[in-house]
């Protein structure tokens, strides 16, 4: 739900954003855009395009390129091909104190020594702005980010959520254009995360600036986003709204990245409608991605799709039987884990009035519609049917 500008200071609704904001509509563009660091190629001709006042994160694993993408937006980093425009101008070659751009850092990079107040203000005295402005535009930051009663605290007298808030301050009270946040939230609690994630997509309503936000937590950017940006070894695999990344995935890495994801290993057959492996034969009503009849394919359905029973489906929905491993509350819903045959693990999230009475070791049935059934060719099938424990073991072995 969007807030209403009413609530905003003033000078901060949307007719006071019009001379600040409007200097420059915030709109960002990334065309063919590369950066090398000597032989590895950290981000490979990306294009991205983000719309004034859109919410877009970068997601993906540790080296998928956003953080460096993030760097180049800032100035930190120069890219060697293509061209960055912000706000619709060029800025290769312009250093980050001349970009009406801000950052946000994880560490939060607070002055130690300063109060509350002194550090939202360092950049409005850096900029030798009136004192009577600097100060009404400090308290109006603080305000927004509701942290005007610790003004006068230090940041070692604060909790990690307050700095955070401070932190947010002091890159807004500039009004830039543009806001880039590199895993702001990554240090804090899961409870005052998952508060904070709603304050700063409400924030980001209120004030009407381009948000770009970079995190390797999916639940984050599904929560918070207008658009994600799913990256994977330097290039974009999708760029879309959040439903459309979860339900319409254009790969099997953002099929396994974005949530929970059942992969199975097979043949395609029927023009990539049907995938068969030991003993199952799985259909799709969906559009495959990259399958080839006769080659390897991943069949892939969501936990919550997966219906788990003691008794064989009669209806002809997909299904495969196992032994059930075990059964775990998760709050609102129940997860079933079942073994196939093959040792291979089915997950299954039911909410708990849907959920059956199961008991753990007996034979059950997993099924699910042919319309959850996503079907993809097998190119990155190492990589979302990894073993991270085995990775992690190999890594410290070699």
């Keep these: 739900m969007r807030a209403s500008s009413a609530t905003l200071p003033p000078d901060m609704s949307a007719e006071g954003r019009a001379g600040s904001v409007g200097a420059g509509d915030g709109s960002v563009e990334l065309v063919g855009v590369t950066k090398r660091f000597g032989t590895v190629t950290a981000v490979d001709a990306i294009d991205i395009r983000v719309r004034p006042g859109e919410f877009l994160s970068l997601l993906g694993p540790s080296g998928c390129g956003k953080t460096t993408t993030l760097r180049m937006l800032a100035g930190f980093e120069d890219p060697d091909e293509g061209e960055i425009r912000i706000s619709g101008r060029a800025v290769q070659g312009v250093p980050p104190h001349r970009r009406d ?3 946000v ?5 607070l002055f130690p ?6 550090n ?15 100060g009404r535009r400090v308290g109006e930051a603080l305000e927004m980010v509701k942290m005007s009663r610790l003004a006068n605290r230090k940041p070692r007298e604060m909790s990690g959520g307050q700095q ?6 002091r890159a807004l009270v500039n009004r830039p254009s543009l806001l880039l ?7 804090l609690d899961r409870k005052l995360r998952e ?14 600036i381009t948000f770009i936000f970079v995190t390797h937590d999916q639940d984050e950017a599904l929560s918070m986003s207008d658009r994600i940006a799913v990256m994977l070894d330097g290039r974009v695999e999708q760029l879309a709204d959040p439903d459309t990344v979860y339900d319409h995935p254009r790969s099997a890495f953002v099929a396994g990245f974005i949530g929970k994801q059942n992969f199975f290993e097979g043949t395609s057959r029927d023009r990539g409608s049907v995938v068969e492996g030991d003993g199952w034969t799985f259909r799709s009503s969906l559009e495959p991605i990259g399958a080839v009849d006769g080659r390897a394919a991943l069949a892939a359905v969501r936990p919550e799709a997966v219906r ?7 209806d002809g929905r997909n299904a495969i039987s196992g032994d059930l491993a075990s059964s775990s509350h998760l709050g609102d819903v129940i997860q079933f884990v079942v073994l196939t045959p093959d040792r291979k693990e089915v997950i299954a999230r039911l909410p708990r009035p849907d959920a059956p009475h199961l008991d753990v070791g007996g034979r059950v049935w997993c099924s699910w519609e042919a319309d959850h059934t996503h079907v993809f060719g097998a190119e990155q099938v190492e990589i979302v049917l990894a073993d991270p424990a085995r990775d992690e073991a190999a890594a410290i072995a070699g």
């Design 101 to 103: 751009v801000n950052t």
């Design 105 to 109: 850092f994880q560490n939060y990079a």
């Design 113 to 118: 020594h300063m109060s509350v107040s002194e």
């Design 120 to 134: 939202v203000a360092y950049g409005l005295r850096q900029m030798k702005t009136d004192k009577t402005e600097i």
């Design 164 to 169: 955070q808030r401070v932190a947010l301050a």
């Design 181 to 187: 946040l590199d895993e702001p939230l990554g240090a």
């Design 195 to 208: 508060e904070m994630q709603i304050e700063l997509k409400l924030l980001q309503s209120q004030v009407g």
């Design 308 to 314: 788990v029973s003691a008794q064989q489906p009669s």
